[in-house]
């Protein structure tokens, strides 16, 4: 009997196994990682200094463990270059495996942003444990981070950075952070909680060039320290308004995109995400994608909450009950405790007009349509506390 | 008093401090808290998921 194959051990691939394995214990499931296949929970890599953990204190299972916790064979370092649909095989490390079923849980690749200059390469984005870990080596000796972009990710660095006693530089383009999910009056709050515990903002504005800042130890030249010394560890940012910035490491947080290529190759339908109708079905038969690689009926969501939900419906759809995934309100919590955050976004393309109250210490946003319902919130600061009581009254994204 | 830490999202419920503005009084012991409960960052279930115990 040939396997249940998920490829990717992130929270969608691992979340599945383990709904499917409290409905089916027996069925042959194999997980297929590029990775080293820890489990970990991939929203603490924004808040591990905060909570005063190592990279490796964050991962909960080994790959072995998780085998046998999940009863399933697990493939690490190992890599699918291709899938061919109608054979139900794989190509991976350059053998065939046969397939009964197959769910993608590819993730999502982090953007990288066009940048100049000698020391461009040296950006460093997280997406995953293993980014994580180099990033915590780099920082080790760091006095100063520059973040690139002031979205979820990017402000929770920042407020985890700051409470490591880093001094933290964000540029972005946009006029408040969190521009895509908060109106401005919420963003611009945030912003405030984030200055007071001493973020610098460098708002409407791009980074154009990141160069080695010239500071070099006793025995090299200038930008050409190989040494661990350090001293050469600086970093000269230019902005699009021709400033400039001194910085130790550059983190780029501008946003993900979801790992398409893989599926598109195959010739399944790829929109901004690998397209699956409500039972996380993708266009070819016996096979399925969920979490950040995925597009659920119009809907790419790369947040866990969406996730969890789509990897409970479809555990249930391959133990034999076809269920379509419910997204409920979904609120997202962005943990930057500074200044906490919580929205509900409307959903794309309502019209509606948000409604907004500043009590002390706080924002309040409510976002209503044509008719006057309540269909997304912002909560912030003293307000966080009301979100689910907010959450009740919004309807379902999909019912 | 115990610390327990859910596995999906690394949220930590400390049963000494509660969530009282979810309704639950410090000093809550997990076991008492109601299956129909989730967690408040992923949404994950009590009754459908485990948090380990970590402290």
Redesign the interface.
């Known amino acids: 009997m040939h396997p249940i194959i998920i490829i990717g051990s992130g929270l969608a691939g691992y979340s599945l196994a383990r709904e499917f394995r409290k409905l089916d214990k027996d069925t042959p499931l194999r997980i297929i990682t590029a990775d080293d296949g820890r489990a970990y929970p991939k929203p603490m890599l924004s808040n591990a200094l905060t909570s005063g953990k190592q990279p490796e204190q964050l991962a909960t299972a080994d790959a072995v463990q998780m085998s046998v916790q999940l009863n399933a064979v697990i493939d690490t370092h190992a890599r699918v270059t291709a899938i061919d649909t109608a054979q139900h095989t794989l190509t991976v490390n350059g053998k065939d495996i046969h397939y009964a079923r197959l769910v993608l849980a590819l993730g999502a690749d982090v953007i990288r942003l066009p940048m100049q200059g000698d020391a461009a390469d040296a950006v460093m984005s997280i997406n995953d444990l293993a980014d994580y870990t180099r990033f915590r080596q780099i920082i080790s000796g760091a006095k100063n981070v520059a973040i690139i972009g002031a979205g979820l990710i990017g402000c929770e660095f920042a407020n985890d950075l700051r409470n490591a006693g880093m001094t933290v530089d964000v540029i972005a383009p946009s006029k408040a952070p969190l521009e895509r999910l908060l109106p401005e009056t919420a963003g611009r709050a945030l912003q405030q909680g984030l200055t007071d515990l001493g973020v610098n903002w460098h708002l409407e504005k791009t980074v154009t060039h990141v160069n080695h800042g010239g500071r070099s130890c006793a025995s090299c030249a200038p930008g050409t320290c190989t040494s661990m010394c350090g001293a050469d560890n600086a970093y000269r940012l230019t902005l699009s308004d021709g400033s400039t910035l001194e910085t130790d490491a550059v983190l780029s947080c501008v946003g993900l995109r979801s790992r398409t290529a893989l599926a598109q190759a195959a010739g399944l339908q790829v929109h901004h995400g690998i397209v699956v109708n409500r039972l996380l079905a993708a266009s070819a038969p016996d096979v399925y994608a969920l979490g950040d690689c995925a597009e659920v009926d119009g809907l790419v969501l790369l947040y866990v909450m969406p996730l969890m939900n789509a990897a409970r419906a479809l555990a249930k759809t391959l133990a034999g009950q076809p269920t379509p995934v419910v997204y409920p309100a979904m609120p997202v919590v962005i943990k930057t405790p500074a200044h906490p955050v919580v929205v509900s976004p409307p959903p794309l393309g309502i019209a509606g007009e948000w409604r907004i109250e500043t009590p002390e210490g706080g924002v309040r946003a409510l976002f209503f349509d044509a008719q006057s319902k309540l269909r997304g919130f912002a909560v912030t600061g003293s307000m966080v506390g009301e979100k689910n009581a907010l959450a009740k009254e919004i309807p379902a994204l999909l019912q | 008093m115990q610390k327990w ?6 949220f ?1 419920y400390d049963e000494s401090v509660g969530m009282p ?2 309704g639950i009084a410090a000093g809550t012991r997990w076991t008492d808290i109601p299956d129909n409960w989730a967690c ?5 279930e009590k009754a ?1 998921f485990e948090m ?1 115990k970590i402290a």
Do not use: Y
Not at chain 2, 40 to 44: A, K, N, Y
């Open positions: 830490q859910c596995i999906v999202c690394g930590i503005e979810d408040p960052d992923c949404g994950v459908d380990i």
